[in-house]
């Protein structure tokens, strides 16, 4: 893109910005509410990449909040039936094949999720990033052609968390996240995120395509793509119960 172009796009996105004198901390929160609402229903699949091979699981979610998640997985057969359940700050997973309910504990947080460059965490998004962190703005960046907040987030000192930094960047018209990368307690760089396939869901402008790749292995990746999401939903918290997670379908 053009000097000139470069400018206008600035200009435009100053002139169109309704986020004037609102703090890192809140951008995060507005974009961050954009992807969870009150609460949510998805249907998504995850396509783990390997040099060699590749893989595919469809799942279904259910959150409420950031306290409340439920995933279940519809396929492959082999893990057909199998659910994670959050609960504030604990997670069960639910194995039907050997009739199971194992709980995870913290320290299993920064693990692989079923194989994929996600982690635990990731997936049923124990830790807050509004909450457990601080952030600070870092330059703008202009993310293909979209001007974008660039948020620093440092966990706070008594926060559980599995990452030493996270560097978000965020689209500044619609507040979309476009790009995350998540660093270790040293700061070198562990995985990127990707956001993209920007869709209307309902009355939100969101990205349905993510892409998480880790830094030491670039030619490993894994790849989110929701097929259905809703908000707003009416769902109680004795959904989130370790007996309709053995049940639900």
């Given at each position: ?65 950031r306290s409340y998640s439920l995933i279940l ?16 700050n604990e997670m069960w997973n639910w194995q ?125 990746k894994t790849i989110i793509d929701y097929i ?22």
């Amino acid at each position: 893109m053009n000097r000139k172009r470069i400018i206008g796009v600035l200009l435009l996105t100053l002139l169109a910005s309704t986020s004037w004198g609102q703090t890192a901390k809140e951008i995060i929160k507005m974009a961050d509410d954009k992807m969870q609402g009150e609460s949510n229903k998805a249907v998504m699949k995850m396509t783990i990449v390997r040099p060699d091979w590749k893989r595919e699981v469809t799942m279904k979610s259910w959150s409420l909040g950031r306290s409340y998640s439920l995933i279940l997985i519809t396929a492959p057969a082999r893990d057909k039936g199998s659910a994670f359940l959050k609960r504030t700050n604990e997670m069960w997973n639910w194995q039907p094949s050997i009739d199971r309910v194992v709980k995870l504990p913290p320290s299993m947080m920064l693990q692989s999720w079923m194989g994929s460059d996600f982690t635990n965490d990731d997936l049923v998004k124990e830790s807050s990033i509004v909450n457990d962190y601080t952030q600070t703005f870092g330059a703008d960046t202009v993310i293909n052609d979209m001007v974008c907040y660039k948020i620093n987030m440092i966990p706070n000192e008594e926060a559980a968390v599995v990452w030493g930094k996270v560097v978000v960047y965020i689209e500044k018209e619609n507040l979309i996240q476009l790009l995350i990368k998540y660093y270790d307690e040293d700061e070198f760089l562990i995985n990127t995120m990707v956001l993209s396939n920007i869709k209307k869901v309902g009355n939100r402008t969101l990205p349905t395509h993510l892409e998480m790749t880790p830094a030491d292995e670039p030619q490993n990746k894994t790849i989110i793509d929701y097929i259905e999401w809703e908000f707003d939903l009416d769902i109680k918290e004795s959904f989130f119960s370790l007996q309709n997670m053995k049940r639900i379908r």
